[in-house]
């Protein structure tokens, strides 16, 4: 599998907003859940949001109307559009790619579940 490469992190301010974008060729949409996970410092990896293969989106409570979890097929791109983001949400985020039959019905909490791994991109939101 190509790897998955995630872009687009950055410093921002509270409530302010950014878009992750993560480049996932080779993980067709009908195959394959997509999630967006983070992890901070001393902390778990926990899952932010998923995407599954027929279009179900699942956030974590934390996160839920905040930020918004979309794919482009013909792109192969996932995205993460994050808006009013707090200091809490600084952490690194990665996406994850893996066969929907095997996470079905766990997004986006599943973290030991999904076995393809972006490298990750940083997001450092200040008071």
């Known amino acids: 599998q190509v790897p998955l490469v995630e872009s687009g992190g950055g410093s921002v301010q509270a409530g302010g907003s950014l878009t992750l974008s993560c480049s996932a060729i080779?993980?067709?949409?009908?195959?394959?859940?997509m999630g967006w996970f983070r992890q901070a410092p001393g902390k778990k990896r926990e899952g932010v949001a998923a995407i599954e293969s027929d279009g179900r989106t699942s956030y974590a409570d934390s996160v839920n109307g905040r930020f918004t979890i979309s794919r482009d097929n013909a792109k192969n791109t996932l995205y993460l559009q994050m808006a009013n983001l707090k200091p809490e949400d600084t952490a690194m985020y990665y996406c994850?790619?893996?066969?929907?039959?095997?996470?079905?019905?766990?997004?986006?909490?599943?973290?030991?579940?999904?076995?393809?791994w972006g490298q990750g991109t940083q997001v450092t939101v200040s008071s």
């Open positions: 080779g993980y067709t949409a009908n195959s394959y859940c």
């Open positions: 994850a790619a893996e066969y929907q039959q095997v996470v079905r019905g766990t997004v986006p909490a599943s973290v030991p579940k999904f076995s393809n």
